[in-house]
């Protein structure tokens, strides 16, 4: 409201002599900053701050949704406990790593080779090679990760029908590769197939988002680096590993960090991917999943707050633990 | 050796080509289911070509969504005025932290950053019972006013401000008398369209794409948007396929558009946290 009032003393000022008006600037000048910044604070005080306290509190409480918000009941830590020593937790969590790990691994291990090479070979078709990686990102994951489902079906899927394909290439009636490809159609329904098909679709998504990280960090190696290498005899290969991927480290801290930020919090595509069930066997479900169910399904809201903290706790210890391997000493 | 390196270099070629083709190939069967019928999509092997069912596809959308338009202009609403109301707040905070010297100013924009580290899913729970305990249940608001103003976009605005705008432009607009909230609309939203724009793609697909913060505030059908109202396909016992085909088509569609128009800027914007920070 200060503001606004001195806004309005200071317009009516307009006309006086500079000297009188700067006086009122000046005081502007000291108010107006705050009030430019005070929509965020106001917005995430309510929408951000408040809840989350509130959540934290609600992870202490038993709490029947039916009985209105005054019939919480305080029980200390048994959320907490009951949530860890819930076998479907436990489930969910090990699911959340294994996908985390298979959709994430491979991420890093494609995008730094491919930045690589569309940083040295691509001069004319590097913004729309970039751009063809990079733009699954940028879709919706709900419309992309049904159209996975249909690719994924067992009889009539496309991604059957390639792999069976290539399975059951044969030269002289032996089936050359049958040892990496299926012969018959894979059910990827089933609960040892359901992590390797979000795994997929989530690599999908990302792999582009993480070739663009690289790439921007390839692009402030400075040049003289490889030719020095070159003048020392290094081919290729050689420059890669002993040039560009050590100085590529501090990019691949942040990427990986990054990485397991996101992959701990999957939620949408394994949530559409398995109908918002989990799958046979829960073998899709993530903890993400999992909290999300135990609030919404179960209506056990103080358990699956204390899901949701245990959750954030675990991603904030594998960051620490990531700076801690990767992170060294002069990096953010 | 130089053949050597041909020799990788067509072989690296083929095996980016190979990936390019895997990254784009759900987009090309999604309009090609789009454009089947069901047993069509359901038999062996499946379609590689466009067929004739577009219309009849989106008949059958209609037919399980009779609210899809009110779910698409809904969709539509919600983006375009989180994105206004973004590009207003954010470049208003980003303006005071670039331009202005006050107190606590790196504690406070320390602070909004460290909300970048909170997990979205961490609210989830909390804000649908206050949306509820609030009334907003079912109502645009509940997606549009806890997303109008990113810590992202403070981020942003405040870096492209600081390095387009020169201080002794302000310095000089606020000597000739002029008004703070006058300096922001005359002399700093003029300098910041590139920014703007950028800022805004990111936003409207954001908020377009957004599936988590629907779900947990809107159950009407009506109020569905569109990546909900897609989902509400998969419980339908035989799934259309051809008709979620389509949908996600819909859904996708303005989303490629945006993109092909302006994927680099899309692209740095994205990418800029993470690059800059």
Request: with cysteine; aromatic share 16%.
């Amino acid at each position: 409201m200060n503001t606004t009032t001195s806004h309005k003393v200071s317009s009516t000022l307009h006309k006086v002599p500079p000297k009188k008006g700067s006086l009122w600037l000046r005081k502007g000048n000291k108010i107006a900053p705050y009030f430019f910044i005070s929509p965020f604070f106001i917005i995430f005080g309510v929408f951000g701050l408040f809840p989350l306290l509130f959540s934290l509190y609600l992870s202490f409480h038993y709490w029947e949704p039916a009985a209105g918000l005054s019939a919480m009941e305080w029980v200390g830590l048994e959320n907490y406990v009951f949530a860890l020593q819930d076998e479907w937790f436990q489930k969910s969590i090990y699911n959340t790593v294994v996908i985390a790990l298979k959709s994430g691994i491979p991420q890093h291990v494609v995008a730094i080779p491919l930045a690589f090479f569309i940083h040295t070979s691509f001069t004319r078709w590097r913004n729309t090679v970039i751009g063809v990686y990079f733009v699954p990102y940028i879709t919706s994951t709900v419309a992309i990760s049904l159209v996975f489902t249909t690719l994924f079906s067992r009889d009539f899927g496309m991604v059957n029908q390639v792999l069976t394909s290539l399975g059951n290439f044969t030269v002289a009636d032996i089936h050359v590769l049958s040892w990496i490809f299926p012969v018959n159609n894979v059910d990827w329904a089933r609960p040892e197939y359901t992590k390797d098909m979000i795994s997929f679709v989530v690599f999908w998504r990302y792999v582009g988002w993480n070739t663009v990280l690289y790439l921007s960090a390839l692009q402030t190696i400075p040049k003289d680096l490889y030719e020095a290498a070159i003048i020392d005899g290094a081919n290729r290969y050689q420059q890669f590993w002993y040039v560009t991927l050590p100085l590529l480290k501090p990019m691949a801290f942040f990427a990986v960090t990054l990485t397991i930020i996101g992959n701990l919090q999957l939620f949408e595509e394994p949530f559409i991917i398995t109908g918002g069930t989990g799958g046979i066997d829960q073998a899709g479900k993530t903890a993400a999943m999992h909290m999300y169910l135990t609030a919404f399904v179960e209506s056990d809201f103080g358990t699956a707050s204390a899901i949701s903290w245990i959750l954030f706790m675990m991603i904030a210890g594998l960051t620490w633990m990531n700076h801690k391997l990767l992170g060294g000493s002069n990096e953010e | 050796m130089s053949n050597l390196i041909k020799k990788d270099k067509v072989i690296a070629y083929v095996v980016v080509s190979l990936g390019a083709v895997i990254m784009l190939a759900p987009f090309y069967f999604m309009f090609v289911f789009a454009s089947h019928s069901n047993s069509g999509i359901l038999s062996v092997p499946p379609p590689i070509f466009f067929g004739d069912y577009i219309v009849e596809n989106f008949n059958t959308l209609i037919d399980f969504l009779p609210y899809f338009w009110h779910n698409i202009g809904l969709s539509l609403f919600v983006a375009v005025v989180t994105t206004i109301l973004n590009l207003l707040f954010c470049s208003l905070a980003g303006y005071a932290f670039a331009m202005f010297d006050f107190k606590f100013k790196n504690f406070l924009f320390v602070g909004i950053m460290a909300t970048m580290l909170l997990p979205p899913f961490l609210g989830m729970i909390p804000t649908a019972m206050i949306m509820s305990q609030i009334g907003w249940m079912n109502d645009p608001k509940a997606l549009i006013i806890p997303a109008a103003c990113g810590a992202m976009g403070i981020f942003m605005m405040r870096q492209f401000i600081a390095s387009a705008i020169p201080k002794e432009l302000v310095e000089a607009a606020r000597m000739d008398g002029c008004r703070e909230f006058k300096i922001y609309y005359r002399v700093v939203i003029p300098l910041i369209t590139p920014a703007f724009g950028t800022l805004g793609l990111i936003t409207f697909i954001g908020s377009w794409n957004n599936f988590m913060g629907p779900l947990v505030v809107m159950n009407d059908m009506k109020m569905f948007t569109i990546p909900l109202a897609l989902r509400a396909l998969q419980g339908t016992g035989q799934i259309p396929w051809g008709a979620v085909a389509i949908g996600a088509a819909i859904a996708v569609l303005p989303l490629l558009f945006l993109f092909v128009i302006a994927s680099r800027r899309l692209i740095d914007g994205l990418t800029a946290g993470a690059v800059k920070g």
